[in-house]
């Protein structure tokens, strides 16, 4: 198996921390710009364009003033979120299943990513008489299948794709069983 699957962060983390970084670059000139209009106005109600020559078009919008201490405001909450998004971990993408360890091993862990579960549960039900096409999603605690037949009455094959997918979960000792969830759709043939 592929070293991927036990990382504890998902992807989304590089994104975020570029989008961070991005956010304290725009604070930090941003800072930069008000304290040298404040230095070289002696207070905050110094025009934005001082001290800075591609601000000119702002006119004579202070660095006190009420819109740019609210876009200050917003930009250090986007930061805030982006730090938050980049440090949290996602959803757990794995379910473990129990497995004898070799003497010789201290601690022996094995994962099934929820992709594979997913297509477990699939071809289970995709072997049931009546389905015609299936699709299946898993996180770590559930699996929700979505099955199509062109029978009116579906409810006997639903009741047989549940079974067969609990069936084929049973079969697997997994540290915590996924619950499944069935529905039908009905197509025509």
Known sequence: MSARLFR????????AVILAILILV?????GWAAIAAIASA??????LSDGVPGLSSLGEMTWGSAAIIAACVVIAL?????LIIGISPGA??????????????????????TSALSGLAAAAADSVDGVSSVRAASNASSTNVT?????RDNDEIRRDVDAAVTQRFDSIAFDRTPTVKVRAHRRQA
């Open 92 to 113: 757990k993408r794995v379910i473990g299943y129990r497995m004898q360890t070799p003497e010789h091993i201290e601690r022996f862990e094995v994962v099934l990513p």
């Open 26 to 30: 725009i604070a930090v000139a941003l």
């Open 8 to 15: 504890a962060r998902p992807a989304r983390v590089v994104p």
């Open 42 to 47: 002696g207070s905050g109600s110094s025009a």
């Open 78 to 82: 986007l930061g805030l979120i982006f």
């Open 147 to 151: 099955f199509s037949t062109p029978v």
